[in-house]
């Protein structure tokens, strides 16, 4: 079962997913793709509890879209909330998606939404009703860290969450640079609280998200991954937030410095960015 660059896996858990033959890397690794968003996007965020406080339209980004098992599992469990959905996906192609389309039996998340993921591929913007209330549901393709750049990612409604979902580091680095974290920052609201979920918990992860403005915290554990890792704009939407013991740990780590450019490598933390790590609120907070 296999098309292109991609192929249909079964995995330890029974579970099938997408393995990427070009990046080598296999979608939802272990548990498969329902379980490992409902553990990452939605159990740990509170999404639901939030949803059902929030006032007006609620916006998520899907950086990373695949094979849509991020949104279509939050769009499931949403089906009984009041709240007005708004979701722009990312991704650089339609080709998982696509794929995982034409695999939707043995998948399983794709039933009742068939209709509006035809749409999506061929308009990238389609309006349904989710339960009660309408979703819209946007496409945006090309490559995400130059769009980032762009005078159109500042007209984006702003978000309440991102699921941040892309190839690991060490596969598809130019999704991981200091320069890509601290573009998005930049472009949320302060008076809007966003927390960002997702699947890595690497110390040059947490320390590049800091030193973006991120507060940075432990996520819940997920598959093979004891933890993973959520950011936020809000201190309040940590419930574990890094202390300054990983601080210390930070700092004895051979892989803690930041990526500026799309290139892996693992390197200790630079006395630069230690400087100012120790002054991220975050752990002066922590030392009152």
Not at 96 to 113: D, H, I, M, N, R
Not at 167 to 192: E, G, I, K, V
Not at 247 to 264: D, I, N
Request: glycine share 6%; proline share 6%.
């Amino acid at each position: 079962m296999q098309s292109g660059t991609y192929k249909l896996v079964q995995l330890t858990s029974g579970a099938w997913s997408l393995h990427s033959t070009e990046y080598g890397e296999t979608f939802h690794p272990v548990i498969g793709p329902v379980a490992e968003a409902e553990a990452l996007y939605l159990q740990q965020i509170k999404l639901l509890d939030r949803l059902e406080k929030h006032q007006g339209e609620f916006v998520i980004w899907d950086i990373g879209l695949g094979a849509a098992a991020n949104v279509l599992t939050i769009l499931r469990a949403a089906r009984k909330s009041l709240a007005r959905l708004r979701v722009i996906s990312f991704d650089y192609t339609l080709e998982p998606l696509q794929f995982s389309l034409q695999k939707k039996e043995e998948l399983g998340y794709f039933a009742g939404y068939e209709e509006p993921v035809r749409q999506l591929i061929q308009t990238h913007d389609v309006e349904f009703l989710n339960g009660e209330k309408n979703v819209n549901w946007q496409l945006r393709l090309g490559d995400f860290p130059t769009f980032l750049k762009t005078p159109g990612a500042k007209l984006l409604l702003k978000p309440d969450v991102i699921l941040f979902d892309a190839f690991s580091p060490a596969r598809n680095p130019a999704m991981w640079t200091l320069p890509l974290f601290t573009d998005l920052f930049q472009l949320l609201d302060s008076n809007r609280p966003c927390a960002m979920p997702t699947y890595s918990r690497s110390t040059m992860l947490r320390v590049t998200l800091l030193l973006a403005g991120f507060f940075v915290g432990v996520g819940h554990a997920t598959g093979e991954k004891e933890e993973t890792t959520i950011a936020a704009n809000s201190l309040n939407l940590i419930n574990e937030p890094l202390d300054r013991a990983w601080l210390e740990k930070a700092r004895r780590s051979t892989s803690a410095e930041p990526m500026f450019e799309a290139l892996y490598r693992q390197l200790p933390i630079s006395e630069e960015n230690w400087e100012k790590l120790q002054r991220h609120p975050q752990f002066q907070t922590a030392a009152m």
